[in-house]
């Protein structure tokens, strides 16, 4: 019997669809983040609140202070006689809470009986609240020199003190109103400016990348 050979011949024109893949896509570089970051801009908000806050709590504490350094150290009863350090630095001041308005007279000696005292009525009326007591200043106390001098006052039914007058302490409320105004206005101009150039740095960096 005889051998038959099959031969089979490959075209070179034939492709093999079932394996081609496409060429992989060209490399990127990662785009680097944009500068700057927009934490400055929380931050810059953030300092403003906290300008805020101290602005408020400064004029707070400017009016506290105030009240403090005028309200009565010594208090006395009616037709009694108390001894006070006064000195003409510190404005002092007799004060007086009561019930109900009523007449008083009050009276300041010093050691030297040729010592000039003087009491004047304030122009504007001055009180202030502390506890329960409403305390009304009755005068301001000029004394030629610090020292100690007694001082008595009458009145039915009237608590007295001796203080300082509210304007001894128009230099501390004056400063928290600075404090209440200038810081907050500081802290607001440094976040709007702050959130203008970060918020154009940023849009510049942003077109320069999409150029290239």
Do not use: H
């Not at 001055?126 to 001082?151: H, I, K, N, R």
Request: with cysteine; aromatic share 8%.
């Amino acid at each position: 019997m005889g051998t038959t050979t099959l031969l089979v011949m490959s075209s070179p024109y034939s492709q093999n669809y079932g394996q081609y893949a496409p060429p992989p896509p060209p490399y990127a570089a990662p785009r680097p983040p944009i500068r700057p970051r927009v934490l400055w801009i929380v931050l810059s908000w953030v300092l403003f609140l906290v300008l805020l806050v101290v602005g408020v709590l400064g004029f707070a504490g400017g009016i506290f202070s105030s009240i403090n350094d005028a309200a009565p150290t010594t208090t006395f009863a009616s037709a009694e006689t108390v001894k006070v350090q006064l000195d003409p630095v510190a404005k002092p001041a007799i004060w007086a809470s009561a019930d109900q308005a009523t007449n008083v007279e009050c009276q300041v000696q010093g050691a030297n009986p040729d010592q000039k005292v003087t009491l004047t009525q304030p122009t504007v009326s001055q009180s202030l609240t502390l506890g329960s007591d409403q305390w009304e200043m009755l005068f301001a106390v000029g004394v030629p020199a610090a020292g100690q001098y007694q001082v008595s006052c009458d009145g039915e039914g009237v608590k007295f003190g001796v203080g300082r007058e509210l304007a001894a302490g128009a230099d501390k409320i004056v400063g928290g109103v600075i404090a209440l105004l200038a810081l907050p206005v500081i802290g607001f101009l440094i976040a709007v400016v702050t959130t203008i150039v970060v918020l154009v740095k940023r849009s510049g960096a942003r077109k320069r990348q999409l150029m290239y």
